[in-house]
């Protein structure tokens, strides 16, 4: 069981906007920076979003990030085929002294 | 560009020690980073299991902690992951990745992965 909790699975149609959520604490999202990653099937996680809402060089526009209290969002609009891929948020966690991820979500493109 | 890669044993006896290496290249491990090690069992997810800077400092995942010990050689620009006494719920793809102080310390570059299996 996750500390960050995550819908399982999300899915959009081509151009589309989908949003997945991600829940934590105080101790957590609630007083630190959150982290979401993409992982495409078979490959590395890829940084997507940083500091909660900051996109490193590269990864596309379409890609946002927010947080609000306890709860954060990673938002895909202009959905595309190549976004079907697992997502996962982090952060850190005051009381665990340590990283802590989502259980991940499944984004599937119809 | 900067580059992680992982390498150990890719199977391990159960009770035995899961011992591996991550070569940094294209920056130092002097740097003001930290250095991760994350794990991901086969069709699950992410876990994290500790963080090393260059001062030996470490930060552990509180469910591993009494099994991991994380290291770091300067002069090969490497750290290393030890767990001992593993089982078949050890058995993961591991990751090393960095911790990038410049991006909150967010993991911006993850080395490829190694799969290790846990089996007699």
């Known amino acids: 069981q996750s500390v960050l909790t995550q819908p399982p699975s999300a899915s959009g149609t081509p151009g589309q906007r989908v949003t997945i959520s991600c829940s934590g604490s105080?101790?957590?999202?609630?007083?630190?920076?959150v982290f979401w990653y993409q992982q495409l099937p078979g490959t590395a996680p890829k940084l997507l979003i940083y500091r909660n809402n900051q996109r490193p060089s590269g990864v596309p526009d379409r890609f946002s990030g927010s947080k609000s209290g306890t709860s954060a969002s990673l938002a895909i609009s202009g959905l595309r085929s190549e976004d079907e891929a697992d997502y996962y948020c982090?952060?850190?966690?005051?009381?665990?002294?340590?990283?802590?991820f989502g259980g991940g979500t499944k984004l599937t493109v119809l | 560009q900067v580059q992680l890669q992982e390498s150990g044993p890719g199977l391990v006896k159960p009770s035995g020690t899961l011992s591996l290496t991550c070569t940094v290249s294209g920056d130092s491990i002097s740097s003001s980073n930290w250095w991760n090690w994350v794990r991901q069992p086969p069709g699950k997810g992410l876990e994290w299991i500790g963080e090393i800077y260059h001062s030996g400092s470490t930060n552990y995942s509180p469910s591993l902690k009494s099994r991991v010990t994380l290291s770091v050689d300067r002069s090969k620009n490497q750290f290393s992951l030890n767990l001992s006494s593993v089982t078949a719920a050890d058995t993961a793809v591991y990751y090393c990745?960095?911790?990038?102080?410049?991006?909150?310390?967010?993991?911006?570059?993850w080395g490829q992965g190694t799969m290790v299996t846990v089996s007699s």
């Open positions: 105080n101790s957590n999202i609630g007083s630190n920076y």
């Open positions: 990745a960095r911790g990038e102080v410049a991006v909150g310390n967010a993991f911006d570059i």
């Open positions: 982090a952060a850190w966690d005051d009381s665990l002294s340590g990283q802590v």
